[in-house]
């Protein structure tokens, strides 16, 4: 823990107990020698800062505080008296999330980390409490009660558990928030969402008026319900709500799936009452630009332009006025439309050099405090806190204790040639000291119509790279953030060109010198299952080995069900969007037969590592298990692990150290240095 912390915490009844906690138990420990490899628990273990925000003033930080022995608490520190507070803390529940609700008050909810999907039979529930403690209020039923370290005050006003914070900053000037909740039809499908006004002390709410529909909402920059949109049958409508008369008018209306001209996303609104919005207004790009409500038209002239990138950040504001808007090309930043937050951005990077310092601030003009959220390569997430009137910077602490940066791997963006001459960008992490001939993990992102790579520390990467591997991210065609050619062009193409992209960084890997062409494995979840899977199929001499983990095995499956759980892709998805971007179960037919691991598993002889949550609802068990069969058939070097209660990945810590454990050994022996021998 950080000196600040232990200067807030002195004093204090809790504070051998939180400093503890705060510090975590990796930090206490002796440290390993220096020859030896940094555990696995290191890696994987849940965050001991997991999130922080400052109150509307600016005087109160409140943070996630985790750590192992007891449960994740919510934590206030006041900065002008430098006293920390705990203010939920549970025996048989982590806080999960929270918001401020005004200076005094926050509202949280709540989760259970030490069980997986398959056991957790309860709702995140809604409460609210006093930043000292006091006055703390279910609002929200969750299915089964908690207890508090302090007892719990349960109203008569108690929402049904289908209700669930918002996310967006409000008013922060009443004890009311907004809130959504779930509209579940006759066979327990949510239609849409609701929006609550709900008052955290008395727990009654009421609902806001609809123009029909809605299952999402905008609140303006003084945090009031202006916008609201609903997609349905392939089509989406957005609605405009008037601050004058609260009417509800149509703005926009354009195909969901397909990127019309016409298409945009709502960002946030200005303090002016100016729309902004994320749209391509003709370019290959999307940028950031403004809406004009009174016609739906987008200006064709953008805010933030970001060339070859997408934007797809958010705007950043205190109350009553915009002073920037988060970005992401190679690397997460800020572009700052204010001139006092570019000096107070210049000076904080020059305080904390070697990454890239994320700067958020409470709603307030005079707030004394920016909170800073560190980001870099070889080191985890830490938050710091500004005063810039003094200059002074303050450590608060860092999401994970224990990782040397000395030992992490350098991650650094490349651009490849596929070979039909696109440009490919992936992210190449090498271990620390490494620099060729090195075995190589080509890891493939799910989604896959996502932007897969995010530079800045990972676990799953750093891991790899602490055992001696170099690790390949290519953001391959049909990624998202780097244009709609890029996006497009992976439209369906499983097994096929995004599959050629794949293949194209490994050997752009082996022609650079820096992967040894005898040890590469290929590796993924999700999308990236069926990648490595296909991996094998295609390119049988390029990879040694392959690591699947809920992994999609058959596409027609996707289609099919034989989900032992609903499913939770949308019925509009799998109606529109699949058939535009997957394929056609009739039209493709051939396609999906011959791009098919299931139907292709005969010509997988490499070594398989294979793991699935057995109450995966996007990538049912019944994936793995039909696969496997069909692979073991004349494959035997296929290892194969289901994880009971896990669902599309894995949420239980003991269950991360044993995948990745798995993983090591499987590398070991495949690519290793003994394999080199």
Same mark, same amino acid.
Not at 38 to 51: H, K, R
């Given at each position: 823990?950080?000196? =600040?912390?232990?200067?807030?915490? @002195? ?31 290191? =890696? ?29 608490? &919510? ?10 507070? *705990? ?10 999330? =929270? ?16 069980? /997986? ?10 409460? %609210? ?9 279910? &609002? ?13 005050? #349960?109203? $008569? ?5 289908? +209700? ?39 727990? $009654? ?58 298409? =945009? ?32 038209? #987008? ?53 904390? *050099? ?66 039909? /001459? ?6 190449? +992490? ?14 493939? @992102? ?28 290519? !953001? ?24 050629? !992209? #794949? ?13 040894? *062409? ?51 892709? +949308?019925? !509009?998805?799998?109606? @529109? ?6 394929? !056609? ?44 069969? %069909? ?38 022996? @495949? ?7």
């Amino acid at each position: 823990m950080t000196s =600040f912390l232990r200067r807030a915490l @002195h004093g204090t009844a809790f504070a051998a107990a939180l400093a503890c906690a705060l510090t975590g138990p990796l930090a206490q420990a002796q440290s390993p020698a220096a020859s030896a490899l940094p555990p696995v628990e290191l =890696f994987f273990s849940n965050p001991l800062l997991a999130n922080a925000e400052l109150s509307p003033s600016g005087r109160y930080l409140a943070a996630l505080s985790g750590a192992a022995g007891r449960r994740d608490m &919510l934590v206030v520190v006041d900065l002008q008296e430098n006293k920390a507070t *705990p203010v939920a803390g549970y025996q048989n529940v982590d806080v999960l999330r =929270f918001q401020w609700v005004n200076d005094d008050r926050l509202l949280f909810n709540v989760t259970d980390k030490q069980i /997986g999907p398959g056991g957790n039979y309860m709702a995140s529930g809604l409460y %609210a409490v006093n930043r000292d403690g006091s006055a703390l209020r279910q &609002l929200a039923n969750r299915r089964g009660d908690i207890v508090a370290e302090g007892g719990t005050q #349960i109203g $008569r006003h108690v929402l049904p558990w289908h +209700t669930f914070m918002l996310g967006q900053r409000g008013a922060q000037d009443s004890d009311h928030v907004y809130v959504t909740s779930y509209n579940i039809d006759q066979n327990d499908e949510v239609e849409s969402l609701s929006l609550l006004r709900l008052d955290t002390v008395t727990g $009654r709410s009421q609902a806001v008026q609809r123009p029909g529909p809605i299952d999402s909402w905008l609140l303006d920059n003084a945090g009031e319900p202006r916008l609201g949109m609903y997609s349905t049958a392939g089509k989406t409508s957005v609605y405009y709500r008037e601050p004058a008369s609260g009417d509800w008018r149509t703005i926009a209306q354009y195909p969901t799936y397909s990127g019309s001209k016409e298409g =945009f996303t709502p960002v946030g609104f200005g303090a002016d009452g100016t729309l902004y919005v994320r749209a391509h207004a003709g370019k290959d790009a999307a940028a950031l630009h403004t809406l004009d409500l009174a016609t739906g038209k #987008i200006n064709p002239e953008g805010v933030v332009v970001m060339p070859g990138y997408d934007f797809d950040g958010a705007l950043i504001s205190r109350r009553g006025k915009l002073l920037g808007a988060s970005i992401e090309t190679d690397a997460p930043g800020i572009v700052w439309f204010d001139k006092d937050m570019q000096k107070i951005q210049q000076d904080v990077d020059k305080l904390l *050099p070697g990454g890239v310092n994320l700067i958020s601030v409470a709603s307030r003009a005079d707030a004394p405090w920016v909170l800073v959220r560190s980001v870099s390569d070889v080191r985890p997430l830490s938050f710091h806190l500004y005063h810039p009137a003094s200059g002074r910077l303050n450590p608060i602490g860092s999401s994970r204790d224990g990782i040397d940066p000395a030992r992490m791997g350098r991650q650094d963006p490349v651009r490849y040639k596929a070979r039909d /001459g696109r440009e490919i960008p992936a992210l190449l +992490t090498v271990p620390a000291g490494a620099t060729k001939n090195l075995p190589l993990v080509v890891m493939v @992102h799910g989604g896959p119509y996502v932007r897969g790579n995010h530079w800045g520390w990972d676990p799953e990467t750093q891991f790899l790279a602490s055992r001696g591997y170099a690790v390949l991210e290519p !953001d391959f065609r049909g990624s998202r953030g780097y244009g709609t050619a890029h996006f497009r062009a992976g439209w369906k193409q499983w097994g096929l060109a995004m599959q050629d !992209d #794949i293949a194209d960084a490994a050997r752009w890997a082996i022609a650079q010198g820096l992967a040894d *062409p005898k040890r590469i494995c290929i590796a993924g979840a999700s999308y990236g299952g069926y990648a490595a899977l296909m991996g094998l199929v295609n390119d049988p001499d390029l990879y040694k080995c392959g690591i699947n983990f809920v992994g999609v095995t058959d596409i027609n499956l996707l289609y099919n069900g034989h989900w032992s759980f609903d499913s939770d892709m +949308t019925d !509009d998805w799998k109606n @529109h969007g699949m058939p535009l971007m997957i394929g !056609d179960q009739v039209k493709d037919a051939a396609q999906f037969k011959a791009t098919s691991p299931i139907q292709q598993a005969a010509k997988i002889t490499q070594p398989l590592l294979l793991a699935y949550g057995a109450v995966d609802r996007r990538v049912p068990l019944y994936h793995g298990n039909l696969f496997r069969d %069909a692979v073991q058939a004349h494959n035997k070097q296929v290892d194969w692990v289901v994880y009971q209660d896990e669902g599309h990945g894995w949420t239980r810590p003991q269950n991360r150290f044993d995948f990745w454990k798995r993983v090591e050994t499987f590398l070991g022996k @495949h690519i290793g240095d003994s394999a080199a021998k």
